[in-house]
Each structure stands twice: as C-alpha cells, then as structure tokens.
C-alpha cells in the first residue's frame, strides 16, 4: 500500500473535509530513543523491524502553525526563516502535506519553530512531523485519536509515531501489512526525577540520513539478524526499569542499545559512523566517571552528540562536569 492509501484510509470519511478554520497551531514533545528503532520492514510506509521505546522531552519540541493561503505553492518557514520550495526539507514536508489534499484543496503556510538547539541528531523530524499531523487535525476538525495520529505522524518519519505523547511511548512494530497496528501506546508512568542532558559535541549536519543509513544496515551488516533479539531483551529491561523506578537498569540497558544500534551500522558495508572523535572522548569520560560511582549514562543516535542519562540529585555533579549541557526534566509540568 502507498502513503497515499494509509492517509486515506486512517482518515477514510473524513478525507473529503474542508478545512474548519483559517489556521491551527499545534505543539509535539521530541523524544529520545532508549530502544532504537533502527530499521524498516516497508519503507514507504515506515514499517520497523522492531518496536522501540522512548522518552520524549516534555517542553522541547516543536510548535507548528498552520494557515491556508491563496498561492501556487505552499509556504514552509522554520525557525522564522522562509525555506527554498526546492529544498529537500520543504519537498518532504510538501510530500507529507501532498497526502492530506483532496482536490481544489487550497495551499499551506507551514510555520515551524523548535526551542531545541539547532544540531544533529537531536529528533527534530520527529516533533516536527508530530506537531505537523496535530495541527492538520486540528485544523480539519477531523479529531482523530491518538493511535490514529500516531500513524500519521509515522508517514512523515518513524520516530514520529512517538512524539504524540509526553513521557515513556512504546511504538509497537505491529504484524499487519498496512500499519494500522505500529503506532506509539503511552506507558502511564510518571518519574519526575529523571533528567536528559544534551550533549551538542558539533553543529554540523549529520553525513548520512537515517533513512539511507539504516537500509544499509538491514541489506549488509552481519549483526543485524542479532539485534531484533536484542531489542526484545532490551523493551522487557526497560518496562521493568520504569515500573520500578530502576535507573541503573534503564541507564544500563538504553546506553547498551544505543552501542549494539551503532555496532551494526560498523559492520555494515561500506561501514558507517556517527561517531566523530569527541564523541569517543565523551564516552571515555562518562566510563570514568562510572568507575567513580556516578550514575551516568548515555544514549546516540544518528549523528555524533551524546543525550546523557541521570537523575535529578546528580544534576549538579554532572553540570560541572559538562558545563556546556543542557538539562532537560521531561516530567516537569509545561
Ligand atoms: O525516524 P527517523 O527516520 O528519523 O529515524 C530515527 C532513528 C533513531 O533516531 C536513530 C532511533 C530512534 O528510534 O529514534
């Protein structure tokens, strides 16, 4: 099935709405994988491999607003500057607002804006395809729930499918080949005490997307058959973590999915890295300050900066270590 026929059927009798209003304005949490998603059994409609599971950075994200407007093409804005409709970043965007418009269908302003600095790596595309799909809904007046709009989210980018809620998400994989049953579940669990730190090590773009960079690794790497054990073994550790509050199991099994993740992507061929040698440096020392007795963990995802992993009593310990982190409290009320 095409992207095309999976909006259309998620949204099935209410494809034909106009829009209910002039504009929207809608916001999505970014979230941190701490079991990666990490390859895709469809590609065109982002299918994994395997579930995955996330943490999502309460006031961090994105806030997109949305308006129609009386022009040939659509608008895209991010951070207050007008893009190039050429753009690779506009034409996904256009792509992913090609599936919602029936005919006649008047044109998008897009204007996204984002409070997480500006880096690789740090799952802007999720948040931003997130709070995409909520202001659409909001703006057609379709109130989709939210299995329904994590689905939508997820034909904008995978990791997309988590950003619909705050806290711990689940993205279940599902069986079906239509990918009505892989979208994000919430894990109503609450645990205040935990903290991501961000680690920009550099603001250069990331060499690869994830896109390119997982197919190569489904297609190449001889490690790959062991991951989806892995990740299994990992979501079971990491349900376990959070119901019990264990961090030393979470911080233990995300830092070591996140190694097993890149492992792969090492052994695929040609091989590839995220890692750039600061990052190696930053994990060295975070293992040093391990033996040291510090809760500290990390997790990475596909580009070289570092998300540390610790819990609020450290905080001062861990900034003076890094003084250029940013602290984030995903549980802090908004
Ligand atoms: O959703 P994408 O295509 O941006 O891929 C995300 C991949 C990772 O961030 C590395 C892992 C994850 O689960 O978020």
């Known amino acids: 099935m095409t992207r095309h026929e999976i909006a259309k059927a998620v949204l099935n009798e209410r494809w034909h709405a106009m829009p209910a209003q002039a504009s929207s304005e809608a916001f999505a949490p970014s979230n941190i994988a701490l079991c990666k998603y990490w390859g895709k059994r469809n590609q065109e409609i982002n299918l994994p491999v395997t579930s995955s599971l996330s943490i999502s950075l309460g006031h961090k994200g994105a806030t997109t607003k949305l308006s129609l407007i009386d022009a040939q093409f659509d608008e895209i804005i991010l951070n207050d500057k007008p893009l190039d409709y050429h753009s690779p970043f506009s034409q996904r965007l256009v792509g992913f607002l090609d599936l919602f418009r029936a005919k006649h269908m008047p044109r998008f302003r897009v204007r996204t804006s984002t409070n997480l600095p500006v880096a690789a790596g740090l799952a802007s595309s999720a948040c931003g395809f997130a709070s995409l799909a909520l202001a659409l809904d909001s703006l057609?007046?379709?109130?989709?729930?939210?299995?329904?709009?994590?689905?939508?989210?997820?034909?904008?980018?995978?990791?997309?499918?988590?950003?619909?809620?705050?806290?711990?998400?689940?993205?279940?994989?599902?069986?079906?080949?239509?990918?009505?049953?892989?979208?994000?579940?919430?894990?109503?669990?609450?645990?205040?005490e935990v903290c991501v730190g961000l680690l920009i090590l550099t603001d250069q773009?990331?060499?690869?997307?994830?896109?390119?960079?997982?197919?190569?690794?489904?297609?190449?790497?001889?490690?790959?058959?062991?991951?989806?054990?892995?990740?299994?073994?990992?979501?079971?550790?990491?349900?376990?973590?959070?119901?019990?509050?264990?961090?030393?199991?979470?911080?233990?099994?995300?830092?070591?999915?996140?190694?097993?993740?890149?492992?792969?992507?090492?052994?695929?061929?040609?091989?590839?890295?995220?890692?750039?040698?600061?990052?190696?440096?930053?994990?060295?020392?975070?293992?040093?300050?391990?033996?040291?007795?510090?809760?500290?963990?990390?997790?990475?995802?596909?580009?070289?900066?570092?998300?540390?992993?610790?819990?609020?009593?450290?905080?001062?310990?861990?900034?003076?270590?890094?003084?250029?982190?940013?602290?984030?409290?995903?549980?802090?009320?908004?």
């Open 140 to 192: 057609f007046a379709w109130e989709l729930d939210q299995h329904q709009l994590s689905i939508l989210a997820r034909l904008g980018s995978g990791s997309a499918c988590r950003s619909i809620w705050d806290g711990f998400v689940e993205w279940h994989m599902g069986v079906r080949e239509d990918g009505m049953d892989s979208h994000g579940m919430f894990i109503p669990e609450q645990w205040p």
């Open 205 to 334: 773009a990331k060499p690869m997307s994830s896109r390119e960079a997982m197919q190569r690794t489904v297609t190449t790497s001889a490690l790959y058959s062991s991951w989806s054990a892995k990740v299994s073994r990992d979501l079971f550790s990491l349900k376990q973590a959070i119901s019990v509050h264990d961090f030393l199991l979470l911080g233990k099994t995300a830092e070591s999915n996140a190694m097993a993740m890149h492992a792969t992507m090492l052994s695929a061929w040609p091989p590839i890295t995220y890692f750039i040698p600061e990052t190696l440096l930053t994990m060295q020392k975070i293992w040093a300050l391990r033996k040291e007795g510090i809760s500290l963990y990390f997790t990475q995802d596909a580009g070289p900066n570092l998300k540390l992993l610790f819990l609020e009593k450290d905080k001062p310990v861990i900034e003076s270590h890094f003084p250029t982190i940013e602290t984030i409290h995903p549980f802090a009320a908004k």
